[in-house]
C-alpha cells in the first residue's frame, strides 16, 4: 500500500492511481494546492502493484544524452507561439502524420492545466507553450497503454516524473511509445494558479467574486479568451505573461489583451522563479540528470547568445537531447535548423537538468499567511536589497559581455 510519509517522497504522477486493481486509490488536494494519493484501506488487497509504479521509490539511472542540438523549427509563426525553438510541435506533427496520438497539456474550461490527448495536427495548439502549473494527468496513463496495445503510436509529452511514472505504469517497453520531457525547474501549485487568476480577473473586471468562466469587464460580458505564460511579444529571453479576455458586444467578440507583464513584473512568475510555491517533491526531484528514461529532451537553449550569437535573433532556440534509438529516428525523420553541440553546453546555463532548485526559505511563510492575497504575499517575499539588485545588474552585464562564466571558473581555481 502507498503509504506519503513524507510529501517530498509524492511527485504527484497518478501511476499508482491508475495501475491500482481495485481503483481504491483517489487524489486529494491538500492545503498547499497539490494532490497526493489517498487509500480506502477497506479495499485494499496489498497486491503493492501501487509501489512498484511509483517512480520515486523506484527510480531510474542517470544518464547522458547520445546526441545534443540547438535547434528551431522553420515555421516562423510556430516558433513564435512555442516557448522556445517549436521542436514539441514538429515531433507532434509526424507522429500525428503517421495516424498516431499525441499527448500533452492543455487548459480545460476552469483554466486548470490537465493532460490529454490529440489526434489532429489542429489539437496541437493547446499543447504548445509552458503552462507553469502541475497538470492533472487523470487517465491518460491507461489512455496511453490502450492506444499502444492497439497497435498505435503515441508521443507522450509532459515533466520528467511524469514521464518516469508512465514508464514505470506500463512496465514494458513498446517501440510505439515516444516520451518527450523538457528540462523542467519545477512544478508550481494549482491551489496558488487558481487563487492567483481569480485575484487578476478580479483586479481587472467588474467585481470581486468572479466566476472565471463568466467575468465581466465595464459592464460587458466577457470570457477568458486565452493566457500565455511565455509571450514573445517583448523577445524570448524577456518573456511576459499574456491573458486575453473576448468581450461580446451583441454582434460578436472583441480581443482584448487584459494584462501584459514581463517575467520579472509579474507576480505568478516572480512566485513561481522564486521557488515560493513549488511541489515539495522538485526540491528533491527524482528525475533529474534524464533519469526519467525519456526518449527526447527538450527546453530552453538558455546562453545561446554567447555561444552562437549568430543564430539567437531573440525568438527562441531549443536544446534538444536525443537519448535513445527511437528518438534518433524521429529526429532524423524532421526538419529544423540545427547545430550540434555538447550536453555540457546545455547543463551550463540549464542547471536544473542535473540539480533540484533550492528550497526557499520564506515558502512557509507564503503558506501562513493566507490572509493576505497572492499578490501582497508575493511582493513581500520577493522584494530584494539595493545589494541584490547591484548583483544581479552586474551579473546580467557580465553575462551579456560572455565574461560570467570565464569569472566563475577563475574564482573556483582560487578556492
Not at 534518433?328 to 546545455?346: A, C, L, P, R, S
Request: overall charge positive; some cysteine.
Amino acid at each position: 500500500m502507498i503509504k506519503i510519509d513524507s510529501k517530498e517522497k509524492c511527485c504527484g504522477c497518478w501511476a499508482c492511481v491508475q495501475r491500482c486493481p481495485k481503483h481504491c486509490i483517489t487524489m486529494v488536494e491538500d492545503d498547499e494546492g497539490f494532490l497526493y494519493p489517498k487509500v480506502d484501506s477497506s479495499l485494499c488487497i496489498d497486491c503493492s502493484l501501487c509501489e512498484k509504479v511509483c517512480p520515486v521509490i523506484n527510480q531510474g539511472e542517470p544518464r547522458i544524452p547520445d546526441m545534443v542540438y540547438a535547434a528551431k523549427n522553420l515555421n516562423e509563426e510556430i516558433r513564435m507561439a512555442s516557448s522556445s525553438g517549436g521542436i514539441f510541435t514538429l515531433l507532434a506533427e509526424e507522429i500525428i502524420a503517421k495516424g498516431g496520438v499525441v499527448f500533452g497539456a492543455r487548459f480545460n474550461e476552469e483554466w486548470d492545466v490537465v493532460h490529454d490527448y490529440t489526434e489532429t495536427i489542429e489539437g496541437l495548439s493547446a499543447f504548445r507553450g509552458s503552462k507553469y502549473v502541475q497538470s492533472r494527468v487523470g487517465k491518460c496513463y491507461s489512455q496511453v497503454e490502450e492506444f499502444l496495445k492497439k497497435g498505435r503510436k503515441v508521443l507522450f509529452s509532459g515533466t520528467p516524473c511524469q514521464i518516469a511514472g508512465l514508464k514505470r505504469f506500463l512496465r514494458k517497453e513498446y517501440d510505439n511509445l515516444l516520451t518527450v520531457d523538457f528540462i523542467c525547474h519545477g512544478v508550481p501549485s494549482p491551489g496558488v494558479w487558481r487563487e492567483y487568476l481569480k485575484e487578476e480577473i478580479a483586479r481587472q473586471c467588474d467585481g470581486k467574486n468572479i466566476v472565471l468562466s463568466h467575468p465581466v469587464f465595464n459592464g460587458r460580458e466577457a470570457r477568458i479568451e486565452s493566457i500565455s505564460f511565455r509571450n514573445k511579444c517583448l523577445g524570448w529571453k524577456r518573456f511576459s505573461f499574456v491573458l486575453t479576455l473576448s468581450l461580446s458586444d451583441g454582434y460578436g467578440d472583441n480581443k482584448l489583451v487584459l494584462l501584459s507583464e514581463p517575467l520579472n513584473k509579474n507576480i505568478f512568475l516572480r512566485g513561481f522563479l522564486a521557488n515560493l510555491y513549488l511541489r515539495p517533491s522538485c526540491h528533491i526531484c527524482s528525475a533529474k540528470s534524464l533519469k526519467s528514461g525519456s526518449d527526447i529532451t527538450i527546453g530552453d537553449f538558455w546562453g545561446i547568445q554567447n555561444m552562437m550569437p549568430e543564430i539567437d535573433d531573440d525568438k527562441g532556440v531549443s536544446a534538444v537531447m536525443v537519448s535513445t534509438e527511437k528518438g534518433k529516428e524521429i529526429w532524423g525523420e524532421i526538419t529544423t535548423i540545427n547545430y550540434e553541440v555538447t550536453f555540457d553546453d546545455v547543463v551550463a546555463a540549464n542547471s536544473a537538468l542535473i540539480h533540484s532548485v533550492n528550497l526557499n526559505r520564506y515558502r512557509n511563510m507564503f503558506y501562513g499567511s493566507r490572509m493576505n492575497t497572492i499578490e501582497m504575499r508575493v511582493a513581500s517575499l520577493t522584494s530584494i536589497s539595493f545589494y541584490q539588485r547591484c548583483h544581479r545588474l552586474l551579473s546580467a552585464i557580465l553575462l551579456r559581455l560572455g565574461l560570467l562564466d570565464r569569472l566563475k571558473g577563475k574564482l573556483k581555481k582560487r578556492s
